[in-house]
């Protein structure tokens, strides 16, 4: 067995309505009990309007639950964001930061993902903080120069904080933006020599504990790849997307990771 405990989160997106989630969240429950997976770390991230609906459901199970995002600011005028301070009173565990869809679609800089990494760390929210290079980046063969980037923002928010955040409470997710939802999932050799680089570079950005820093792998995970792509022994666990959706298949994922 890893000795970092896995960690499988699902990124359900901007999917589901309050039906469909009361679905999903009852045969999760239903699932994951019955399962009983305690070598897995468990959590959902649904969209915003749906956190309390979240805490509801899964406050009394094992299952954590977490944001897709978090303002780079503290409560105030800042139309249409949602603070740290804000996920902590729902009881999220977890945010998710940086995600490629945000740094694509929202034009999130580096500088902006490190200012939400911060607002996580000072709320103590544990932080899945995405990173990884587009197809034209792997192509021109800047994996690692892009890589490296991304890595030293977040390091630096991370070493930087008057009260760090504990190793545990701290997740890369390396998501190749060529593998998300398009269903080519990097190989297990091409996912571990992207972690074990992602790792040496927190060491050399001074996170003396990033040996105990999880490492997941994000981008076309399905039950079918999930076990190959668990056991590099970089590979920490997966945030998952499409596959995250399906209670039956989610919980495969989960399989995989707890015999990782
Ligand atoms: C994601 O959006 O974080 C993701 C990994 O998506 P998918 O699993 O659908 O590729």
């Known amino acids: 067995m890893k000795a970092r405990k896995p960690l499988v989160a699902g ?3 901007m999917n589901g309505d309050i039906v469909s989630n009361e679905h999903l969240f009852t045969a999760l429950r239903a699932s994951l009990e019955r399962a009983s997976l305690p070598q897995v770390e468990v959590a959902v991230c649904p969209p915003y309007p749906y956190l309390g ?3 509801a ?5 094992g299952i954590a639950w977490g944001a897709q995002d978090v303002s780079a600011f503290g409560n105030g005028a800042y139309t249409g964001d949602v603070s740290a301070a804000m996920l902590v009173d ?14 694509q679609l929202a034009g999130e800089t580096d500088d902006q993902v490190a200012a939400k990494v911060s607002m996580c760390v000072a709320h103590g929210i544990g932080v899945i903080a995405c990173l990884g290079e587009t197809l034209e ?20 928010s ?20 060529w593998a998300i939802g398009t269903g080519r999932t990097a190989s297990p050799e091409t996912a ?25 792998y994000g981008g076309s995970v399905k039950a079918g790849n999930a076990a190959s ?27 995989a990771a707890a015999v990782a």
């Open 229 to 255: 792509l668990f056991a590099m022994p970089d590979v920490d666990g997966g945030l998952i997307g499409g596959a995250s959706l399906v209670a039956d298949d989610f919980l495969e994922i989960c399989r």
């Open 11 to 13: 990124n359900w997106k």
């Open 137 to 156: 980046e792997r192509e021109a063969g800047t994996t690692e120069t892009v890589l490296g980037r991304q890595v030293d923002a977040i390091a630096a």
């Open 90 to 103: 729902l009881g999220c565990r977890w945010s998710i930061v940086g995600h490629s869809e945000r740094r």
């Open 57 to 61: 459901w899964l406050g009394d199970t």
């Open 158 to 177: 991370l070493v930087g904080a008057a009260q760090p955040l504990p190793a545990e409470r701290i997740v890369l997710a390396y998501e190749p933006v």
């Open 53 to 55: 609906q979240a805490a």
């Open 192 to 216: 571990q020599a992207a972690h074990r680089f992602v790792r040496e570079r927190l060491v050399a950005r001074g996170l003396h504990d990033a040996a105990a820093v999880r490492i997941v």
